[in-house]
């Protein structure tokens, strides 16, 4: 019997800029796009709640090596709070436990915010995915347990007001650093203000640097793929134009080139002597030389890089099995 493990699909690599439709969970839209690109493997960089829409940037095959770049990078939102009403889950999503009257001023609405902006401690949600002894804290809040959640530090580097409706709905504007919960934000917010509220509508505008004009709806693709199979066109000609590169995940790290028999002994987990004016443990995204291809990312320290993540892709490998090795100066 064979050791190595059977694959299905087709080795894609690449980032797709998903615009998450409400309603459906963010690992069944990453199910749909997998099945849609028959990839081999596939991950999603941060889950938004089946309420929320807007980018869920979708990691095919080597890309995933790398999601966790985009999981810490910050986030924007729009987001729409209905005041007066406080629920379990802090959307409306879930059970009222809480209603007032609201009788608030743009004002003082701007003041409370101010508690929220900067650096700041958040106790996540009972309903997140957060584990607690292996288990996600969502699933023991819906068997009535409470968990003790420590505070965790956060930035959010702008919480404004864009409208307050004549219904008492706030629509505000989210950037802030990873590890946020918008929901808890607004929830926060609420008992701030003394009435209470709950998220109505959430929207995620933007990744890292991501463009919002890049993101294609799930919709779509399967338009896309339904057309061609219809007109006899292989699908992957036309969906993989929507694939990002998967060094757009790290293009603020310093860049560094290499020679084919340095990819070689990366690839092997060696460092390579490269001496760089740069602080010792900084991040490096690495290419090769002449063809300006991707490698991977590795470490500085002292001289040398560490190969930290590498892409293995057929078309890396087939160059390293192509390479000679050479003493290192």
Do not use: W
């Amino acid at each position: 019997m064979s050791r190595h493990r059977r694959t299905y699909g087709r080795n894609v690599n690449g980032i797709l800029l998903l615009n998450k439709s409400t309603g459906i969970s963010s690992n069944d839209a990453l199910q749909q796009v997998k099945k849609i690109y028959n990839a081999n493997k596939a991950g999603h960089t941060g889950a938004l709640d089946p309420l929320a829409t807007g980018m869920l940037p979708i990691c095919l095959g080597e890309a995933t090596k790398f999601s966790q770049y985009l999981l810490d990078s910050d986030k924007s939102y729009e987001v729409t709070a209905q005041l007066g009403v406080r629920t379990d889950t802090s959307d409306s999503d879930g059970q009222m436990i809480e209603e007032h009257e609201v009788d608030l001023t743009l004002e003082q609405i701007e003041k409370a915010l101010d508690s929220f902006r900067g650096n700041i401690n958040q106790v996540p949600s009972m309903y997140s995915a957060l584990k607690y002894q292996g288990k996600p804290l969502y699933q023991y809040a819906r068997e009535g347990i409470t968990i003790d959640r420590p505070a965790r530090p956060i930035t959010v580097y702008e919480f404004s007001i864009r409208e307050l409706t004549p219904t008492n709905k706030l629509k505000m504007f989210v950037h802030c650093s990873k590890g946020t919960y918008v929901r808890t934000l607004v929830d926060d917010l609420g008992q701030k203000l003394g009435c209470g509220a709950c998220v109505v509508q959430l929207n995620r505008t933007k990744v890292a640097t991501y463009p919002s004009d890049r993101m294609v709806t799930a919709d779509q693709l399967e338009n896309i793929y339904d057309e061609c199979v219809s007109n006899g066109v292989v699908p992957r000609t036309r969906l993989d134009s929507f694939l990002l590169p998967i060094d757009s995940v790290v293009e603020y790290m310093p860049k560094v080139t290499v020679s084919l028999q340095i990819l070689q002994k990366l690839m092997n987990g060696q460092f390579v002597r490269q001496n760089m004016d740069l602080k010792n443990n900084v991040m490096v995204r690495i290419y090769l030389e002449d063809q300006d291809l991707f490698l991977g990312v590795g470490e500085y320290l002292d001289g040398r890089i560490l190969p930290r993540k590498l892409v293995r892709s057929d078309e890396i490998i087939a160059l390293t099995a192509s390479a000679v090795s050479v003493p290192e100066n």
